[in-house]
């Protein structure tokens, strides 16, 4: 009988061991590629500031003043409310929430459709803010061979606008797979998950940006 308990105990033991949680390897390599990602905007600062140092002061401050601050803090805004919209997604896939529950007019109700389509048309919003931003600006002779200003405020500010790009991709095919599936499961919730991972990454980039750009003189 003590060796059948002992049997038992060791068995139960041995199930508890397998039955571990690991981290899951999409999110942890996501998490990752982030930081590798991180390593390439570092780059573009250090390139910023290397040509802030050598670069006249008086010209520098000559091709900076033609920035619409007040416009770019509007799209800014757009952007990181975005965010919310994101995570508000997010916690609709872990609750494997897809749809809304109610009219289109209960937010509160909404799946992760709903939200993931409000922060694609959002990010869409900021592309299309930073698309006229650089209209203007060409219109007022700051191009990227212009200057070294604008070569440095194009390089930077286009690179981010190119990863704005990919997020609202990874929008499309988000949306694409989870209307596509016939039941909304674990797999389509780790797809919000990673899509916002990034998408959280691409705003904190930008609000490091558009402080350095626009508001550190």
Not at 211 to 216: F, N, Q, R
């Amino acid at each position: 009988m003590a060796v059948v308990s002992t049997a038992t105990a060791a068995a139960t033991h041995t199930h508890q061991h397998v039955s571990v949680n690991r981290p899951n390897p999409v999110q942890v390599g996501t998490i990752v590629w982030l930081a590798s990602e991180l390593m390439f905007f570092a780059a573009l600062f250090a390139m910023y500031f290397t040509v802030r140092q050598v670069m006249p002061a008086e010209e520098w401050a000559a091709q900076s003043d033609k920035l619409n601050i007040s416009f770019s803090l509007l799209n800014t805004i757009v952007l990181v409310l975005s965010s919310f919209t994101c995570q508000a997604g997010v916690f609709a896939a872990e609750r494997f929430q897809a749809a809304r529950t109610g009219s289109i007019a209960q937010f509160w109700r909404w799946g992760m459709n709903e939200w993931m389509t409000m922060t694609f048309v959002m990010g869409a919003f900021f592309i299309g803010g930073q698309v006229f931003e650089y209209a203007e600006l060409v219109h007022e002779g700051l191009s990227i061979s212009s200057s070294p200003y604008g070569s440095v405020f194009y390089l930077t500010t286009g690179f981010h606008g190119l990863h704005v790009v990919g997020g609202l991709i990874a929008f499309l095919f988000l949306l694409g797979r989870s209307f596509a599936a016939r039941k909304f499961g674990h797999h389509e919730a780790t797809t919000g998950i990673v899509v916002s991972y990034y998408w959280h990454f691409v705003d904190v980039v930008w609000i490091a940006l558009f402080a350095v750009i626009y508001l550190l003189r």
